[in-house]
């Protein structure tokens, strides 16, 4: 008898602990978190730590142990989001190891995932492995496209406010012009309609304008994602393809690419002007760019680039400016928790990553200073300070921005792992 009531304990004991554990993952869940408030997550994982927390704005909803790769199978530090979820997957490059609640991150191979194995010490071929309980309960608090931020040391988000980041217009209100008396026009023919038009109001007082109530807003869009770095050659022949197209040269399509085409243009365009490329013995050059944008009445080229994605797909990129370029802008995440489209005000939450730059990076990047971006201080401040984007442009993002919506700063450009079916990844160490 006394060994069946040990036995009895026992169980009970281990049914105590396992709630305990799985209390553990779950307790710190808010329970006000709304379906619809997905989109506004992140998931910060520190590799220090062996940790994972997940934020709604400034305020922790959860918090889990992880394993992270181990020596050899580093799991890369840097900007991530969810690119795709499945419940039950199998690993296609290590003999098909199961990796139930998978949400991936990389088209390469790094996901989150459940696993039985969580020794909160680096121990996996590259993912994030979770406990069973947690693995399960973030995948259903999670959408794709939710962020993901994996760094060495542990980040916390912070309220940001500064006048380079975007914000919705605020509805001007619209007068009302209920007394205004109305005279009908004569028609120029019997065919046409008789047309209402105001009296002459210069000769009659205007009654006092009435404010109308502004008109609901509309449920917010679907998030965007946007990156705002230093322009490479990519960006730079796009610019010459459709500014020489315009100036009458058949450039073709404005790729990015140095097709037959683009390069007959190019050489037409030189010919015109000797003097001014006779020492330029490159096809593309800050010469070639700098004669294009004067030819066309463009002034001064830009020397950076604002991308804007939705739904994973590119929708259009603009040219930005950046002033100070031989410094380097570091590599800063915000992320809009929440705007009112009323005030005409947005709430952005941001954070620095460290990102150390190698000699041959900063020299093709013409950077000749990277300690203003890691130094302590403000170095998200400094960075929006230093970029300057056209008002059209801000008025077209401005009106596509909702809650969710983030904006990556990186010396960089578009990573790697950047491609079809993602947001914007920048790796800070691989």
């Keep these: 008898m006394p060994g069946k009531y040990c036995v009895w304990l026992g169980i009970m004991f281990s049914r105590l602990v396992f709630g305990l554990g799985l209390l553990s993952a779950t307790a710190l869940v808010h329970p006000a978190l709304a379906a619809d408030a997905a989109r506004t997550l992140q998931i910060f994982v520190s590799k220090d730590k062996q940790s994972l927390a997940v934020y709604d704005g400034t305020e922790v909803v959860a918090t889990s142990k992880v394993s992270t790769g181990k020596d050899g199978h580093t799991t890369p530090s840097g900007i991530f989001s969810v690119l795709e979820k499945q419940k039950y997957h199998e690993s296609n490059l290590y003999s098909a190891a199961p990796m139930p609640f998978m949400q991936r991150l990389t088209w390469s191979g790094i996901a989150l995932h459940e696993s039985n194995s969580v020794p909160r ?40 406010d500064h006048p380079t980041l ?48 502004a008109p609901e807003p509309e449920p917010p869009s679907e998030p965007i994602s946007m990156l705002i770095t230093r322009r490479t050659l990519r960006e730079t022949v796009i610019d010459i393809q459709t500014l020489l197209n315009q100036l ?8 990015g690419l140095l097709g037959p085409s683009t390069v007959q243009a190019i050489k037409a365009f030189k010919t015109l002007r000797p003097a001014e ?43 930005v400016t950046i002033t100070d370029p031989g410094l380097a802008l ?88 950047t491609g079809e079916g993602t947001d914007f990844i920048t790796i800070t160490r691989g």
């Excluded at 760019?289 to 994973?312: C, D, S, T, W």
């Excluded at 570091?330 to 005000?345: I, S």
């Design 121 to 160: 010490y680096p121990a996996s071929h590259g993912c994030v492995r979770m406990p069973g309980a947690f693995a399960k309960m973030l995948y259903g608090m999670t959408d794709p496209g939710v962020p993901v931020i994996i760094s060495d040391g542990e980040l916390v988000p912070q309220p940001i």
């Design 166 to 213: 975007f914000h919705p217009d605020a509805p001007a209100a619209m007068p009302l012009l209920s007394d205004v008396e109305l005279r009908p026009s004569m028609p120029d023919s019997p065919e046409k309609p008789v047309q209402v038009a105001m009296n002459d109001t210069a000769a009659m007082p205007m009654p006092a304008a009435q404010p109308i109530a």
């Design 330 to 417: 570091g590599t800063h995440f915000f992320t809009l928790h929440a705007v009112d489209e009323r005030a005409g005000t947005a709430d952005w939450l941001g954070i620095t990553l460290e990102n150390n730059l190698s000699r041959e990076t900063m020299k093709r990047l013409g950077i000749t200073n990277q300690e203003s971006s890691i130094i302590t201080g403000k170095p998200i401040a400094r960075s929006l300070s230093r970029i300057t984007i056209p008002d059209e442009t801000r008025r077209k993002i401005d009106a596509l921005i909702a809650p969710g919506s983030t904006l990556t700063i990186s010396d960089t450009g578009l990573g790697r792992e």
């Design 277 to 319: 490329f006779a020492a330029d013995k490159s096809l593309v050059s800050d010469t070639l760019l700098r004669e294009v944008y004067a030819a066309a009445g463009k002034g001064e080229p830009p020397n950076g680039v604002i991308m804007v994605r939705q739904a994973f797909k590119p929708i259009f990129e603009a040219p």
């Design 248 to 255: 009458g040269f058949s450039a073709g399509n404005p790729d």
